[in-house]
């Protein structure tokens, strides 16, 4: 079982709409974060969520963390085709496990926007 | 601005052959990390590495080495190429608590 669960694996929209993607877990966190991924690149952090309940904004995107801290969204408003890539969520490791330093990052949405 | 970069954005090698990749960060991070990404799989760990000298292995270590001299540079080694490891490596720094920084990744392909 994964840790992240993120959906949809896949969503392909027209330039102008809007769209959510969910990154989605049994476990409670202490922060989230949020990487869009373009093609042929490594990914570039967007924000980091750390309150339950907390909505950030970035121009026409916002994340907002689940109230019990098991789960994220990402908003998208007027998608653009420059909003196209990989968005993965990542998660820092419970206390409880073996490593304090790396990250779990989930599978990700590939998005594409069309002109 | 921030910057991990990585040695090279393209490589093809035999099965085989040793394979260096190399990994520098200007940010002065204690934790750096590489992670391949294949598609339908996401981002695998393979090694990290918390200080000079210091790793972990990660998810899957198997078929890899790691080096990390100088706090700035961060090594994989691939010992004895195989197709199987033809993928997109990811390096990535980050002090503890905050966001990874990435640097372009390299696509190795094993021919």
């Known amino acids: 079982t994964q840790l992240l669960e993120q959906s949809p694996q896949f969503l392909s929209i027209q330039e102008g709409e809007n769209l959510t993607v969910y990154c989605n877990s049994s476990?409670?966190?202490?922060?989230l974060q949020w990487y869009r991924q373009e093609p042929g690149e490594g990914p570039v952090l967007l924000v980091t969520?750390?309150?339950?309940?907390e909505v950030k904004k970035l121009k026409r995107l916002t994340f907002q963390f689940g109230d019990a801290r098991k789960d994220s969204s990402l908003h998208i408003t007027a998608a653009q085709p420059g909003d196209t890539g990989l968005y993965l969520c990542a998660v820092p490791p419970r206390a409880s496990s073996g490593s304090a330093r790396q990250l779990t990052f989930g599978s990700g949405t590939q998005l594409t926007v069309l002109p | 601005d921030v910057k991990v970069t990585q040695s090279s954005r393209y490589l093809v090698k035999r099965t085989g052959e040793k394979v260096f990749l190399e990994c520098v960060q200007d940010m002065d991070h204690e934790n750096m990390f590489w992670y391949r990404q294949d598609p339908g799989l996401g981002l695998r760990l393979i090694y990290f590495?918390?200080?000079?000298?210091?790793?972990e292995k990660g998810d899957i270590p198997e078929g890899y080495s790691v080096s990390r001299e100088k706090k700035e540079r961060f090594s994989l080694i691939l010992e004895s190429a195989s197709t199987n490891q033809t993928s997109m490596y990811l390096c990535a720094s980050r002090w503890p608590g905050v966001g990874a920084f990435f640097g372009q990744g390299t696509r190795l392909t094993v021919v």
């Open positions: 590495s918390y200080d000079v000298k210091m790793k």
């Open positions: 969520v750390v309150t339950g309940g």
């Open positions: 476990s409670v966190f202490s922060s």
